[in-house]
């Protein structure tokens, strides 16, 4: 079974820093592209940054480029974000999104929740 | 990137078919053939639905189906239950190994 579960929203003031983990099984994770991807309260879903399997391939969108920091420890089954400067408009539920070697993002976790408020 | 464009709501009755619109452009919806369609519903995780514009996954039933006409993509879903009062959101493949959602369509079942 199919196992992916974020961790370390909460709250945080304009500027801070927060790192998110995400740990996952049952699924290839060493092999897999995996993904970030936000949803604002009551908003679409954004993609915000891939890191490929061996993490020698890492994109992000404009928006979090320059502040946010993926990174992942295939030992640990695990992925991280480093978010720093955050800024209102992160406040978010983050999602750990599964994109393996497809085009479509098939597993995701329940997501973790960021509030950004002064 | 901008967003995808998708119709703020939706709505039909048990039994009717609905479909979604999820616009774009050349550079993602009509550019690609990966684009995917997810469930949501409140409180819980998205769920894919389609992928690769066709393709369903194991366990979705075939009342979803997608299609793509140059940059506009559509989810048409038959025989409405009252189950698939959710949000569905696109989503493109936008090259460079970046991605593009729709802003969402909420279905509501009659």
């Known amino acids: 079974e199919v196992q992916v579960q974020e961790s370390g929203g909460g709250p945080v003031k304009p500027g801070g820093s927060l790192r998110l983990s995400c740990t996952a099984s049952?699924?290839?994770?060493?092999?897999?592209?995996i993904n970030w991807v936000r949803q604002a309260p009551g908003k679409g879903l954004e993609w915000v940054s891939s890191i490929s399997s061996d993490g020698s391939y890492i994109y992000y969108a404009d928006s979090v480029k320059g502040r946010f920091t993926i990174s992942r420890d295939n030992a640990k089954n695990s992925l991280y974000l480093q978010m720093n400067s955050l800024r209102d408009e992160d406040t978010a539920i983050y999602y750990c999104?599964?994109?393996?070697?497809?085009?479509?993002?098939?597993?995701w976790g329940q997501g973790t929740l960021v509030t950004v408020s002064s | 990137q901008s967003a995808l464009t998708q119709p703020r709501s939706v709505s039909g009755s048990p039994g009717q078919s609905v479909t979604i619109s999820c616009t774009g452009t050349s550079s993602d919806v009509g550019g690609y053939n990966y684009v995917s369609w997810y469930q949501q519903h409140p409180g819980k995780a998205p769920k894919l639905m389609i992928f690769?514009?066709?393709e369903r996954p194991s366990g979705v039933p075939d009342r979803f189906s997608g299609s793509k006409s140059r940059n506009t993509a559509s989810l048409t879903i038959s025989g409405l239950q009252v189950d698939d009062e959710a949000d569905y959101f696109c989503?493109?493949?936008?090259?460079?190994?970046?991605?593009?959602f729709g802003g969402g369509t909420r279905l509501t079942v009659l």
């Open positions: 989503c493109s493949y936008a090259g460079s190994s970046a991605w593009v």
């Open positions: 999104a599964n994109t393996g070697v497809v085009y479509y993002f098939d597993y």
């Open positions: 049952g699924f290839s994770f060493s092999s897999s592209t």
């Open positions: 690769d514009v066709i």
